[in-house]
Protein backbone atom coordinates (compact mmCIF):
# COMPACT_ATOMS: atom_id res chain seq x y z
CA UNK A 1 0.00 0.00 0.00
CA UNK A 2 2.89 2.56 0.93
CA UNK A 3 4.98 1.58 -2.49
CA UNK A 4 1.70 2.30 -4.10
CA UNK A 5 0.92 5.76 -2.58
CA UNK A 6 4.38 6.67 -3.03
CA UNK A 7 4.15 5.79 -7.09
CA UNK A 8 0.99 7.69 -6.89
CA UNK A 9 2.64 10.50 -5.25
CA UNK A 10 5.72 10.53 -7.96
CA UNK A 11 3.33 10.51 -10.94
CA UNK A 12 1.12 12.76 -9.97
CA UNK A 13 4.74 14.89 -9.86
CA UNK A 14 5.69 13.62 -13.24
CA UNK A 15 2.81 14.82 -14.87
CA UNK A 16 2.52 18.11 -12.98
CA UNK A 17 6.27 18.91 -14.49
CA UNK A 18 5.10 18.27 -17.65
CA UNK A 19 2.08 19.64 -17.75
CA UNK A 20 3.36 22.75 -16.63
CA UNK A 21 5.21 22.58 -19.82
CA UNK A 22 2.08 22.95 -22.43
CA UNK A 23 1.58 26.71 -21.59
CA UNK A 24 4.68 28.59 -23.00
CA UNK A 25 6.10 25.46 -24.99
CA UNK A 26 8.15 27.59 -27.02
CA UNK A 27 9.07 30.02 -23.35
CA UNK A 28 11.46 28.27 -21.43
CA UNK A 29 11.02 31.50 -19.30
CA UNK A 30 7.43 31.34 -19.13
CA UNK A 31 7.66 27.46 -18.39
CA UNK A 32 9.97 28.38 -15.20
CA UNK A 33 8.11 30.47 -13.85
CA UNK A 34 4.67 29.05 -14.03
CA UNK A 35 6.39 25.71 -12.39
CA UNK A 36 8.03 27.93 -10.01
CA UNK A 37 4.90 29.47 -8.86
CA UNK A 38 3.10 26.12 -9.11
CA UNK A 39 5.58 24.37 -7.01
CA UNK A 40 5.69 26.95 -4.58
CA UNK A 41 2.05 27.05 -4.06
CA UNK A 42 1.65 23.25 -3.86
CA UNK A 43 4.37 23.20 -1.27
CA UNK A 44 3.21 26.32 0.59
CA UNK A 45 -0.60 24.28 0.98
CA UNK A 46 0.73 21.39 2.11
CA UNK A 47 3.12 22.85 5.07
CA UNK A 48 0.10 24.56 6.70
CA UNK A 49 -1.63 21.21 6.92
CA UNK A 50 1.66 19.58 8.40
CA UNK A 51 2.69 22.81 10.44
CA UNK A 52 -1.36 23.18 11.84
CA UNK A 53 -1.67 19.53 12.84
CA UNK A 54 -0.07 17.56 15.45
CA UNK A 55 3.12 15.75 13.21
CA UNK A 56 6.24 15.25 14.91
CA UNK A 57 8.03 18.29 16.13
CA UNK A 58 10.91 17.40 13.28
CA UNK A 59 8.11 17.35 10.83
CA UNK A 60 6.47 20.63 12.44
CA UNK A 61 9.12 23.15 12.09
CA UNK A 62 10.26 21.85 8.84
CA UNK A 63 6.73 22.34 7.58
CA UNK A 64 6.43 26.37 9.80
CA UNK A 65 9.85 26.68 7.77
CA UNK A 66 8.59 25.91 4.25
CA UNK A 67 5.22 27.73 4.88
CA UNK A 68 7.13 30.93 6.09
CA UNK A 69 9.82 30.84 3.08
CA UNK A 70 6.27 29.91 0.21
CA UNK A 71 4.47 33.09 1.95
CA UNK A 72 7.45 34.97 1.39
CA UNK A 73 7.99 33.67 -2.21
CA UNK A 74 4.89 33.36 -3.72
CA UNK A 75 4.61 37.20 -4.30
CA UNK A 76 7.95 37.47 -5.39
CA UNK A 77 7.35 34.66 -7.91
CA UNK A 78 3.94 36.83 -9.00
CA UNK A 79 6.57 39.94 -9.62
CA UNK A 80 8.81 38.44 -11.88
CA UNK A 81 5.58 36.25 -14.11
CA UNK A 82 4.04 40.36 -14.17
CA UNK A 83 7.48 41.87 -15.19
CA UNK A 84 7.88 38.71 -18.07
CA UNK A 85 3.95 39.15 -19.14
CA UNK A 86 3.38 35.78 -17.74
CA UNK A 87 -0.45 35.26 -15.73
CA UNK A 88 0.12 32.80 -12.72
CA UNK A 89 -2.67 31.35 -11.31
CA UNK A 90 -3.49 30.40 -7.56
CA UNK A 91 -4.89 27.39 -8.29
CA UNK A 92 -3.51 23.51 -8.28
CA UNK A 93 -4.07 20.85 -10.80
CA UNK A 94 -5.92 18.52 -10.05
CA UNK A 95 -3.63 15.52 -9.07
CA UNK A 96 -1.93 18.39 -6.75
CA UNK A 97 -4.72 19.37 -5.12
CA UNK A 98 -5.75 15.69 -4.85
CA UNK A 99 -2.53 15.06 -2.90
CA UNK A 100 -3.24 18.06 -0.89
CA UNK A 101 -7.16 16.15 -0.13
CA UNK A 102 -5.01 13.36 0.34
CA UNK A 103 -2.91 14.84 3.21
CA UNK A 104 -5.81 16.58 5.05
CA UNK A 105 -7.10 13.50 7.45
CA UNK A 106 -3.95 12.55 8.07
CA UNK A 107 -2.17 12.94 11.09
CA UNK A 108 0.82 12.81 13.55
CA UNK A 109 3.09 9.48 12.20
CA UNK A 110 1.47 9.20 8.72
CA UNK A 111 0.97 13.01 7.77
CA UNK A 112 5.09 13.19 9.15
CA UNK A 113 5.71 10.66 6.94
CA UNK A 114 3.48 11.70 3.74
CA UNK A 115 4.39 14.63 4.16
CA UNK A 116 8.02 14.19 4.44
CA UNK A 117 8.07 11.86 1.10
CA UNK A 118 6.15 14.65 -0.66
CA UNK A 119 8.43 17.51 0.43
CA UNK A 120 11.50 15.98 -1.17
CA UNK A 121 10.10 14.71 -3.94
CA UNK A 122 8.85 18.26 -4.88
CA UNK A 123 11.98 19.84 -3.90
CA UNK A 124 14.08 17.43 -5.34
CA UNK A 125 11.93 18.29 -8.99
CA UNK A 126 12.08 22.17 -7.91
CA UNK A 127 16.09 22.23 -7.68
CA UNK A 128 16.40 20.48 -10.89
CA UNK A 129 14.49 23.20 -12.63
CA UNK A 130 16.15 25.74 -10.90
CA UNK A 131 19.14 24.48 -12.09
CA UNK A 132 18.29 24.41 -16.05
CA UNK A 133 16.74 28.19 -15.34
CA UNK A 134 19.94 29.25 -14.23
CA UNK A 135 21.44 29.16 -17.84
CA UNK A 136 18.19 31.37 -18.44
CA UNK A 137 19.08 34.25 -21.06
CA UNK A 138 16.52 36.66 -19.05
CA UNK A 139 18.72 38.17 -16.44
CA UNK A 140 15.62 38.62 -13.98
CA UNK A 141 15.36 34.69 -13.85
CA UNK A 142 18.61 34.08 -13.39
CA UNK A 143 19.12 36.74 -10.98
CA UNK A 144 16.17 35.07 -9.12
CA UNK A 145 17.73 31.86 -9.22
CA UNK A 146 20.47 32.44 -7.78
CA UNK A 147 19.05 34.30 -4.95
CA UNK A 148 16.84 31.34 -4.24
CA UNK A 149 18.54 28.16 -4.95
CA UNK A 150 20.77 28.11 -1.97
CA UNK A 151 17.97 28.44 0.07
CA UNK A 152 15.56 25.64 -1.75
CA UNK A 153 18.62 23.21 -1.20
CA UNK A 154 18.87 23.99 2.26
CA UNK A 155 14.95 23.12 2.35
CA UNK A 156 15.68 19.74 0.40
CA UNK A 157 18.50 19.06 2.84
CA UNK A 158 16.26 19.57 5.90
CA UNK A 159 13.37 17.56 4.49
CA UNK A 160 15.41 14.86 3.48
CA UNK A 161 16.78 14.28 7.10
CA UNK A 162 13.36 14.13 8.44
CA UNK A 163 12.12 11.75 5.43
CA UNK A 164 15.19 9.59 7.20
CA UNK A 165 13.83 10.21 10.44
CA UNK A 166 10.41 8.88 10.06
CA UNK A 167 11.06 6.40 7.97
CA UNK A 168 9.81 2.86 8.30
Known amino acids: MAMTGRRAVLAALAFWVAS ?36 RPGIKALAERVRDFRSAQLPELARLAETAGIQVRDTLDLELRS ?47 AATLDRLRDLDEAARAELAAVAP
Open 99 to 145: IVENMEPLDYLALSRRYAEVETQALGREIAAYEGAARSEVRPIRDYV
Open 20 to 55: MAKPHADDAPGRFIEAAYSSALFQARISRIAAAKDT
